[in-house]
């Protein structure tokens, strides 16, 4: 027989999984002939699992993806790609993430680093680190709104952008950095240089990139702190992704 203020109590301290295996339990007499310890199993296992799903659907809602269906088996290994699936599913599994090492996928546009990119943050999630997702330039426009405000909100960003376990860096250095981006550049991959894990996403090769970031010795403290711990693809071939997929925007 149910009992309503079990139920109640299960309900109130938000234990809905449990609430929901005993209520199926209760009315259901299969149950009868199991042990108590079976029973009491079955109800920690559903709690646990929605409380797994729950978290893992919060990870990937936080991680702001461009495409949060994107996902490492969807990946396409056509042989003009010459992608390096063993590595890749070698990474996938959280090896970068460990070791505090970077990942740089370059490539023209249409290649499809952005889908790669939210496929290794997807996969990260899944194994419940904290992901970000976000453009450069909206990530400098924010940076330098939150220095203007002089409120304290600006600390608190580098600190967001510093802590998070995985941050993917979308169009990274589609044009030249004024000195003021560069110094929060250089900031916040000083903070994360061995102590966290960054996607870059980048139409151009790194040996390009002094030149992006003003060729001066911060290019240089930046540059140390990125390519040297990195993982590197090169996402090209004869047909774009965007061609292959019959699509006329994304990366």
């Known amino acids: 027989m149910l009992n309503d203020q079990m139920l109640s109590k299960l309900q109130e301290m938000k234990l809905s999984g449990m609430a929901e295996a005993y209520k199926e339990q209760s009315l259901n007499k299969e149950y009868k002939s199991m042990s108590f310890e079976d029973r009491f199993s079955l109800l920690v296992d559903l709690e646990y699992s929605r409380r797994k799903?729950?978290?893992?659907?919060?990870?990937?809602?936080?991680?702001?993806f461009s495409d949060?269906?994107?996902?490492?088996?969807?990946?396409?290994?056509?042989e003009d790609r010459k992608l390096r699936k063993e590595l890749i599913l070698k990474l996938a599994s959280g090896l970068y993430i460990q070791e505090h090492h970077n990942v740089?996928?370059?490539?023209?546009?249409?290649?499809?680093?952005?889908?790669?990119a939210c496929a290794f943050g997807v996969s990260a999630c899944r194994q419940f680190y904290n992901v970000k997702y976000i453009r450069l330039p909206e990530l400098l426009d924010e940076l330098a709104l939150a220095k203007l405000a002089a409120d304290?909100?600006?600390?608190?960003?580098?600190?967001?952008?510093?802590k998070t376990d995985v941050l993917i860096?979308?169009?990274?250095?589609?044009?030249?950095?004024?000195?003021?981006?560069?110094?929060?550049?250089?900031?916040?991959t000083e903070a994360r240089h061995k102590t966290a894990s960054t996607i870059f996403c980048s139409q151009i090769d790194p040996s390009g990139w002094h030149l992006k970031l003003g060729n001066g010795t911060i290019a240089e403290a930046i540059l140390d702190r990125i390519v040297h711990?990195?993982?590197?693809?090169?996402?090209?071939?004869?047909?774009?992704?965007?061609e292959r997929h019959g699509l006329s925007s994304g990366d």
């Open 169 to 188: 860096l979308d169009e990274w250095l589609l044009t030249e950095l004024s000195k003021d981006e560069a110094n929060i550049l250089l900031e916040i």
């Open 229 to 242: 711990d990195s993982y590197q693809f090169l996402l090209d071939g004869e047909i774009s992704m965007r």
């Open 104 to 116: 740089i996928l370059k490539g023209p546009t249409g290649s499809g680093k952005t889908f790669m």
């Open 152 to 162: 304290g909100s600006y600390r608190k960003l580098i600190k967001k952008y510093t």
């Open 68 to 78: 949060s269906k994107a996902c490492i088996e969807d990946i396409e290994y056509f």
């Open 53 to 64: 799903s729950n978290n893992l659907n919060r990870l990937i809602k936080n991680a702001t």
